[in-house]
């Protein structure tokens, strides 16, 4: 439907219909260095949750707001939302640090959601 290069993001359409959904005005917007969070990932057809934390305060990359989080971050879990403790979602995953799989960076709730209401 839309993509933004620049913040890494993209909205599709799919034509299932889904049992479940998330209520972003639910989510949280600031997260604390040490914090737990968790991604659900399906690489290789595989669901799993990465679990991590994060790093410090939230950072501006080439005027985009980034987390750094330490987390494994498996090539192709780009998109894969991430969760506090009590299950909000957070974030979504941006990436990783070339050529260190721990060092993770997520897209901040606020940057998702300013994307999903944006003309």
């Known amino acids: 439907i839309k993509?933004?290069?620049?913040?890494?993001?993209?909205?599709?359409?799919?034509?299932?219909?889904?049992?479940?959904?998330?209520?972003?005005?639910?989510?949280?917007?600031?997260?604390?260095?040490?914090?737990?969070?968790?991604?659900?990932?399906?690489?290789?057809?595989?669901?799993?949750?990465?679990?991590?934390?994060?790093?410090g305060p939230v950072k501006s990359e080439k005027n985009i707001l980034l987390w750094q989080v330490d987390m494994e971050t498996p090539k192709g879990s780009s998109g894969s939302p991430v969760f506090d403790?009590?299950?909000?979602?957070?974030?979504?995953?941006?990436?990783?640090y070339r050529g260190n799989q721990s060092v993770g960076f997520i897209i901040p709730l606020e940057t998702v959601v300013k994307f999903l209401t944006e003309e």
Do not use: Q, Y
Request: overall charge positive; hydrophobic content about 35%; aromatic content about 4%.
């Open 85 to 96: 403790r009590d299950g909000r979602m957070v974030a979504v995953v941006k990436g990783r």
């Open 3 to 55: 993509k933004d290069m620049h913040r890494d993001l993209a909205m599709i359409s799919v034509e299932s219909r889904f049992s479940s959904s998330l209520n972003l005005s639910r989510g949280r917007n600031f997260l604390k260095k040490g914090e737990p969070v968790f991604a659900l990932t399906c690489l290789d057809e595989k669901r799993k949750v990465l679990s991590g934390s994060v790093d």
